[in-house]
C-alpha cells in the first residue's frame, strides 16, 4: 500500500515558495479575518502564521469580537481590498449564521480572494478557465494527486461529500481534468456498490470512519480529507494537540486498498501549502 504523504508534498512546495519570494522586492501578505472566537480556528490560523512565516510571507490575523456586524466586516474587507501591501484575503470559517456568506465573500477583490470562493473564482472554476484561484483544498488534493503520478483523466472518480468548501469544488476540479465523476452523500442508496466502482475515491463528509472495509476494493487510490476530534494519534500539524481521524476506516481499509491518504498528514499539510501558493500567485499577478 501506497502511503499518500501530504507533508512531503507541502515540504516540496515549501521549498519552492521559499525560492519564489526570495526574488521579490516585498513579501506577499495574507489577511486572515476571524470574526469570534473558535478554538478550532484558531489553531488553523496559528498553523497558516507558522507555514507563511516559514517561507517569507506576512500574515496578519484580524480577530474580530463575535459581536462585529457584518457593515463592519465588510468596511475591513475595503480596507485591505485598496491595501496595495496586501495581495490576500480569507475569511476563516466558519462565520456567524446571520451573516450573509456570499455576500461577505464576494466583497473580497477577486485578484486577492486565495481562497477560491468567491464568485468569480467559483464561475471560473466551473467554467474549467484558468482565471480565478482554485478552493485550497481542492488545489491540494489534486497536487497530491499529481506528486504521486495517479492519473485522472479517464478515471472513474467518487466524491463521497457534496459541501460549497471540498466536496463540490473538488468534483468540478477532477471533471475539468477529464475525470468521469459522481458525486454522493450519506443519504446514497446503496453507497458500497457505488464507492467500490471508482478508480479514485475521496471523502469528506465529516463523519469519522464513515467508510468501511465493505465500500472499497483492491486497486483503489483513496484520498481522505475528514478530520474529526476523537481519542487517536496526535494531530500536530492541522489542529494543535487534539487527537483526530478520518473519515476512512484506515485499518479497515489498508491492506485492500493501493493507495490512501493518512490523517493526520494527507490533505491537511496540502491545504495550507495550497493556499500559499495562491497568495505568492496572486503577489506575482498584482505586481507585474
Not at 6 to 20: C, H, N, P
Request: net charge negative; aromatic share 4%; hydrophobic share 40%.
Amino acid at each position: 500500500m501506497l502511503i499518500l504523504d501530504g507533508k512531503v508534498v507541502r515540504d516540496k512546495i515549501a521549498a519552492e515558495l521559499r525560492q519564489r519570494i526570495l526574488a521579490f522586492s516585498s513579501k506577499p501578505k495574507l489577511v486572515i479575518i476571524q470574526i469570534g472566537e473558535n478554538e478550532e480556528s484558531a489553531t488553523y490560523i496559528q498553523q497558516k502564521k507558522r507555514f507563511g512565516e516559514s517561507i517569507g510571507a506576512v500574515v496578519e490575523h484580524v480577530a474580530l469580537p463575535a459581536d462585529t456586524s457584518e457593515r463592519d466586516v465588510l468596511s475591513a474587507i475595503k480596507q485591505y481590498n485598496s491595501d496595495s501591501n496586501t495581495h490576500g484575503i480569507i475569511i476563516q470559517m466558519p462565520i456567524p449564521d446571520s451573516f450573509d456568506r456570499d455576500r461577505v465573500l464576494d466583497a473580497i477583490a477577486p485578484e486577492k480572494d486565495v481562497d477560491g470562493l468567491g464568485s468569480a473564482s467559483v464561475k471560473a472554476l466551473w467554467e474549467g478557465k484558468r482565471a480565478g484561484y482554485m478552493p485550497a483544498t481542492t488545489k491540494g488534493i489534486l497536487s497530491l494527486l499529481e506528486y504521486y503520478k495517479i492519473p485522472i483523466a479517464g478515471k472513474n472518480v467518487v466524491v463521497v461529500g457534496r459541501s460549497f468548501l471540498v466536496g463540490k469544488p473538488t468534483a468540478q476540479a477532477l471533471l475539468n481534468l477529464d475525470a468521469t465523476v459522481t458525486i454522493a452523500h450519506s443519504k446514497t442508496v446503496n453507497l458500497p456498490a457505488l464507492t467500490q466502482h471508482a478508480d479514485i475515491l475521496i471523502v469528506a463528509t465529516g463523519n469519522p470512519h464513515f467508510i468501511q472495509r465493505d465500500h472499497v476494493r483492491a486497486g483503489q487510490v483513496i484520498i481522505d480529507v475528514g478530520i474529526t476530534a476523537v481519542t487517536g494519534e496526535k494531530l500536530d500539524e492541522e489542529v494543535g494537540e487534539r487527537t483526530i481521524t478520518g473519515d476512512v476506516h484506515f485499518d479497515a481499509v489498508k491492506d485492500t486498498v493501493h493507495a490512501i491518504s493518512p490523517v493526520p498528514g494527507g490533505v491537511g499539510p496540502m491545504t495550507v501549502a495550497s493556499l500559499f501558493e495562491n497568495l505568492v500567485t496572486a503577489f506575482e499577478i498584482q505586481n507585474r
